[in-house]
Protein backbone atom coordinates (compact mmCIF):
# COMPACT_ATOMS: atom_id res chain seq x y z
CA UNK A 1 0.00 0.00 0.00
CA UNK A 2 0.78 3.50 0.01
CA UNK A 3 1.17 4.32 3.17
CA UNK A 4 2.74 1.55 4.28
CA UNK A 5 5.55 2.10 1.14
CA UNK A 6 6.04 5.69 2.50
CA UNK A 7 6.30 4.41 6.36
CA UNK A 8 8.93 1.97 4.98
CA UNK A 9 11.05 4.92 3.07
CA UNK A 10 11.18 6.71 5.85
CA UNK A 11 11.59 4.17 8.53
CA UNK A 12 14.19 1.49 7.15
CA UNK A 13 17.06 4.73 6.20
CA UNK A 14 17.06 5.21 10.28
CA UNK A 15 17.36 1.40 11.18
CA UNK A 16 19.69 1.17 8.41
CA UNK A 17 21.92 3.94 9.91
CA UNK A 18 21.43 2.87 13.25
CA UNK A 19 23.27 -0.26 12.48
CA UNK A 20 25.89 1.75 10.30
CA UNK A 21 26.67 4.17 13.53
CA UNK A 22 26.72 0.98 16.00
CA UNK A 23 29.40 -0.41 13.47
CA UNK A 24 31.22 2.60 12.96
CA UNK A 25 31.43 3.22 16.73
CA UNK A 26 31.85 -0.08 18.12
CA UNK A 27 34.55 -0.99 20.85
CA UNK A 28 36.73 -4.10 20.02
CA UNK A 29 35.79 -5.38 23.05
CA UNK A 30 32.08 -4.69 22.58
CA UNK A 31 29.63 -7.64 23.02
CA UNK A 32 27.22 -8.62 20.47
CA UNK A 33 24.60 -7.74 23.12
CA UNK A 34 25.79 -4.36 23.41
CA UNK A 35 26.10 -3.82 19.62
CA UNK A 36 22.44 -4.57 19.69
CA UNK A 37 21.42 -2.59 22.21
CA UNK A 38 22.98 0.34 21.24
CA UNK A 39 21.35 -0.13 17.57
CA UNK A 40 17.77 -0.72 19.48
CA UNK A 41 18.57 2.67 20.88
CA UNK A 42 19.49 4.49 18.51
CA UNK A 43 16.71 3.20 16.11
CA UNK A 44 14.31 4.03 18.91
CA UNK A 45 15.90 7.72 18.79
CA UNK A 46 15.64 8.13 15.29
CA UNK A 47 11.59 6.53 15.25
CA UNK A 48 10.95 9.23 18.12
CA UNK A 49 12.67 12.47 15.73
CA UNK A 50 10.93 10.80 13.12
CA UNK A 51 7.40 10.96 14.99
CA UNK A 52 8.30 14.31 15.94
CA UNK A 53 8.87 15.21 12.07
CA UNK A 54 5.30 13.87 10.68
CA UNK A 55 3.34 15.84 13.37
CA UNK A 56 5.13 18.95 12.25
CA UNK A 57 4.47 17.94 8.69
CA UNK A 58 0.61 16.77 8.98
CA UNK A 59 -0.93 18.37 11.79
CA UNK A 60 -1.56 21.66 10.86
CA UNK A 61 -2.28 22.85 14.49
CA UNK A 62 1.03 21.81 16.01
CA UNK A 63 2.61 23.18 13.19
CA UNK A 64 0.78 26.54 13.86
CA UNK A 65 1.58 26.32 17.30
CA UNK A 66 5.20 25.67 17.00
CA UNK A 67 5.75 28.32 13.93
CA UNK A 68 4.14 30.59 16.46
CA UNK A 69 6.67 29.45 19.46
CA UNK A 70 4.24 28.60 21.67
CA UNK A 71 4.48 24.45 21.76
CA UNK A 72 8.19 22.85 21.48
CA UNK A 73 8.34 19.27 20.22
CA UNK A 74 10.80 17.36 22.39
CA UNK A 75 11.76 13.12 21.83
CA UNK A 76 12.43 11.21 24.78
CA UNK A 77 12.89 7.32 24.98
CA UNK A 78 11.65 5.52 28.35
CA UNK A 79 12.95 2.22 29.54
CA UNK A 80 10.33 0.05 30.58
CA UNK A 81 13.00 -2.23 32.91
CA UNK A 82 14.05 0.64 34.73
CA UNK A 83 11.62 3.56 34.55
CA UNK A 84 14.28 6.08 33.47
CA UNK A 85 13.40 8.55 30.89
CA UNK A 86 16.42 9.64 28.53
CA UNK A 87 15.20 13.00 26.50
CA UNK A 88 16.75 13.37 22.85
CA UNK A 89 15.67 16.95 22.39
CA UNK A 90 14.10 18.62 19.90
CA UNK A 91 14.29 17.77 16.03
CA UNK A 92 17.68 19.04 14.87
CA UNK A 93 16.09 20.18 11.37
CA UNK A 94 12.59 21.40 13.62
CA UNK A 95 13.67 25.11 12.26
CA UNK A 96 13.93 23.80 8.42
CA UNK A 97 10.48 21.75 8.65
CA UNK A 98 9.07 24.77 10.00
CA UNK A 99 9.95 26.94 7.16
CA UNK A 100 8.79 24.60 4.50
CA UNK A 101 4.93 25.44 2.98
Given at each position: ????????????????????????????????????????????E?????????????????R????????????A?????????????????????????
Open positions: SKSMRHVLDQVVPSCMKAVSDADNDSASDETTGGRQLRVEQTATLNALYTIKQLLIHSPIIAAAKMGSLELHAVLDSSTGKVDFVGQHPLVAEILARD
